[in-house]
Structures are given as structure tokens and as C-alpha cells.
């Protein structure tokens, strides 16, 4: 399966402004990319990329005065299976887990563990541990949050969430992170590409979050938003939570002026996919709110 993937967002900044962008592609990805999958911007700036811990991809940028467009347009190769799904998967226990998932079970920025703790265990404790009790809670967290733009902030936490009753689908993806560590389970934050490939058309595009967990020896894909196996997600960036992997944090004060998101199934030779690059989607704008100083818009 081919998927054309790409945004363009436009900010307006009345100084000079550093930017940090998470926009890429996770450098795990394996399929096949047709054209480019790098941060363009118009005007020209200059870029610089980097790793980060997590594997993300990373570009800096200062923004100049006036308005600064950001894009990427390209074609990846996707398997054209849903999220993996193993019923039987099961709960490592602390002291058999490897080292590099330990981070994903203590406390984060936006993932408070303790404060969950007691009510995640009076929910959850009499499920199966290993891939039940992952998806009681993903069935809890769907059914307990109302998804809603307006919900959404930037400084909201997994505990605002919950006691809030509503979110964005980051939300949903940090209160069920929270609550799988506070079951002794490693979770971690993701975001990417999700488009309407074999479900209903939803509407304006977006990036989308969700979470992967760690069972079996493996990472696994949950989504707490959807709550179902989905077909062509294509992973952008992981950490402990939102903080780890915003997709655009300024150093200065911007205003956002466009945000759209295109995650659709193509077809054709790669010759005529190139063709077909060269000329952006139209496709509607989800307009979101302008953010402060040092503060990052987040999915």
C-alpha cells in the first residue's frame, strides 16, 4: 500500500524566533519513500536535523519576521495491515524487563503515575495482566473522555484529563500511558500520520496520538482515542509523554495562520506519484489555537 503523507502549516512571528519541529517521519521507518520526507520551508532557512533520544527526527530553524510556511509532501510504503493484535501477550514482570523500558514506568511531565495509582488498581487489578488488562484500560479511558478540539491545551495533564472527562487524542494517549505504568506496565507516548484508510472520512486531517506498550518482548500499538486496529499509521515521533515530541515548541512568540494535514492512499508509478507531488492536496484546514512563548503546539 502507497500513502501520500504531508502538512503545511504557516506561522507569522513579528521577531526573529527559534523553532523546534518534530514533522518527520520516526527514523525507524522502514518502507519504501517516494520523494522527500524532509521539513521544506518557504522561504528558505536554514535547517538543521538531528536524533534525539527517542529516534525522532529533528529540525531547527529560527523563523524569520513575517510568515514562514513549513511543509513536507511525499509517498511512503505501508503493508496495508492493521495494528498488530496478540490477545495473548503477556506482562513482564519488573525485574525481567530490559533496561530501556524502565524509563516508560516511573512519572513524566504530563503523566502524573502516583496520583493514579490507587484508582488504576481499584479499575484494573482484577484484569489478566499482559494484553487484557492494556486493553481494559484503553476501553475505560474511550469510554470515560468526550474528544473535542476545544478540550484540548497544552499544559493539560493525564490527571486534568481524568478528572475533566474530555480531551484531544493526546490526552487520551497520556491517561492511558499513566495508567498502564501505574499497573506496572511501560507505555509510552506516540504521534503520527493517521489517516481514514478503511473507516469513515472523519473530516479535516490532523496528526493523530496514541500509545505503544511493552508486552511480550515487543512493543505494541494502543489507541485509546479510536480504541480499534487501524490501517496505515505511520509513526512520527515516541517519548515518555507530549512534552518529549511536540510538534512545533517556539522560543518567541507566534501566531499560527494555517494548519492542514494530508494522510492519504495513492496509487501509481512511482514517475507518475512524483508528478503528482508537485502540486500540493487541497485538502480542508483544522485551525488551532496560537501559542506563547516556549510553549509547543502539541497533537
Known amino acids: 500500500m502507497l500513502i501520500r503523507i504531508g502538512f503545511e502549516i504557516i506561522v507569522e512571528c513579528t521577531a526573529p524566533t527559534p523553532l523546534l519541529l518534530a514533522l518527520s517521519p520516526h527514523s525507524s521507518q522502514s ?60 506482562q513482564h514482570e519488573i525485574d525481567e524487563l530490559p533496561d530501556e523500558t524502565l524509563t516508560y514506568l516511573t512519572a513524566s511531565r504530563y503523566c502524573e503515575v502516583a496520583e493514579l495509582t490507587e484508582q488504576a488498581w481499584a479499575l484494573f487489578g482484577d484484569t489478566p495482566p499482559g494484553w487484557a488488562r492494556v486493553q481494559a484500560i484503553c476501553n475505560w479511558t474511550h469510554n470515560h473522555l468526550t474528544f473535542g478540539y476545544r478540550f484540548g491545551r497544552s499544559n493539560k495533564t493525564a490527571l486534568d484529563a481524568l478528572q475533566e ?20 506496565i511501560p507505555a509510552r507516548y506516540a504521534s503520527g500520520y493517521l489517516g481514514d484508510i478503511g473507516v469513515a472520512p472523519s473530516g479535516a486531517g490532523d ?10 518482548n515487543r512493543w505494541y500499538t494502543f489507541d485509546a482515542r479510536h480504541n480499534t486496529p487501524r490501517i496505515g499509521r505511520v509513526l512520527m515521533v515516541h517519548g515518555r509523554d507530549a512534552a518529549d515530541v511536540a510538534m512545533l515548541t517556539s522560543f518567541g512568540n507566534y501566531d499560527l495562520k494555517l494548519f492542514r494535514v494530508w494522510t492519504d492512499e495513492v496509487t501509481g508509478s512511482d514517475e507518475e506519484l ?20 516556549n510553549e509547543a503546539l502539541l497533537s
Open 207 to 216: 496528526f493523530s496520538a496514541w500509545l505503544e506498550v511493552y508486552l511480550e
Open 31 to 90: 518502507g519504501r519513500i517516494i520523494g522527500s520526507d524532509r521539513v521544506h520551508t518557504e522561504p528558505d532557512v536554514e535547517l538543521r536535523e538531528y536524533l534525539d533520544p527517542f529516534g525522532n527526527r529533528r529540525t531547527r530553524l529560527v523563523a524569520p519576521v513575517g510568515q514562514l510556511k513549513l511543509w513536507s509532501d511525499c509517498v511512503v510504503e505501508d503493508d496495508g495491515a492493521p495494528d498488530p493484535f496478540d490477545w495473548n501477550a503477556h
Open 165 to 184: 472527562c474530555t480531551g484531544v487524542c493526546r490526552d487520551f494517549a497520556q491517561l492511558a500511558v499513566g495508567l498502564c505504568r501505574a499497573m506496572n
Open 274 to 293: 512524483l508528478d503528482c507531488l508537485e502540486e500540493r492536496p487541497d485538502t480542508p484546514a483544522l485551525t488551532l489555537a496560537p501559542t506563547g512563548p
